[in-house]
């Protein structure tokens, strides 16, 4: 039951720009973090955004996230086949006094 | 570096019980909790609840709150996430996940433990 909302899927080609969109209510990321995730095929998920804009150590220049309101972005510069995974985002709901995750987003390099 | 190890895969008939174990290693055990997470065969990420390791207290996701037990033992660094009465739609792999402060989504995850229910 994912209360965040994300398109099911986003695509490009080597060296574009992808951007995938988080949607939620003021009671998760209207007014808490927002994390992003990376899953490659058969793998546990990979922290790569924290903090609605942070990046890991060894989460490369080319992610970046951001957010407004109750709505978050995760944005894959200078695409790379590697990046072909789910992203998953993330915050506390307030109201549900629990974590929710989005419902993810494939992206593939075409 | 941050490690945590989970036990391996489970087949488990409907009605019964399983018990997932989660090794932690590489930071101080009782700074962080430990959530655990699960993911049906093609579905997405499903919060279970999480425990603080500095004091027995779990908090629990709602939907979970009947039939979900999480325990931790200081003494070997490693948390258990029990889930009784199964039923097919339990089949998915469990992550166990390290977390940061009562309000961030958690960081290090393990890899994962598929339970198979099944008559």
């Known amino acids: 039951q994912s209360v965040l909302t994300q398109p099911p899927s986003a695509s490009g080609t080597p060296g574009q720009r992808v951007t995938i969109s988080c949607s939620g209510r003021?009671?998760?990321?209207?007014?808490?973090?927002v994390y992003w995730y990376q899953q490659l095929p058969g793998t546990a998920p990979k922290l790569l955004i924290y903090?609605?804009?942070q990046r890991p150590s060894g989460v490369p220049d080319r992610f970046s996230g951001s957010k407004s309101g109750t709505s978050a972005s995760l944005a894959i510069s200078g695409l790379r086949s590697e990046d072909e995974a789910d992203y998953y985002c993330?915050?506390?709901?307030?109201?549900?006094?629990?974590?929710?995750f989005g419902t993810g987003t494939k992206v593939t390099v075409l | 570096q941050v490690q945590l190890v989970q036990s391996g895969a489970e087949v488990k008939k409907p009605g019964a019980s399983v018990k997932v174990s989660c090794k932690a290693s590489?930071?101080?055990?009782?700074?962080?909790?430990i959530h655990w997470v699960r993911q049906a065969p093609g579905e997405g990420l499903e919060w279970m609840g999480r425990?603080?390791?500095?004091?027995?207290?779990?908090h629990y996701a709602q939907k979970f709150q009947d039939r979900v037990t999480m325990t931790r033992d200081t003494s070997t660094s490693t948390v258990y996430m029990e889930l009784s009465s199964l039923r097919s739609e339990d089949t998915a792999v469990y992550y166990c996940?390290?977390?940061?402060?009562?309000?961030?989504?958690?960081?290090?995850w393990g890899q994962g433990t598929l339970v198979t229910v099944s008559s």
């Open positions: 425990i603080n390791p500095r004091g027995p207290r779990a």
């Open positions: 996940a390290r977390g940061d402060g009562d309000f961030n989504p958690p960081d290090y």
């Open positions: 993330a915050a506390w709901d307030d109201t549900l006094s629990g974590f929710v």
């Open positions: 590489g930071y101080t055990f009782n700074s962080y909790y």
């Open positions: 903090r609605n804009n």
């Open positions: 003021s009671s998760n990321i209207g007014s808490n973090y």
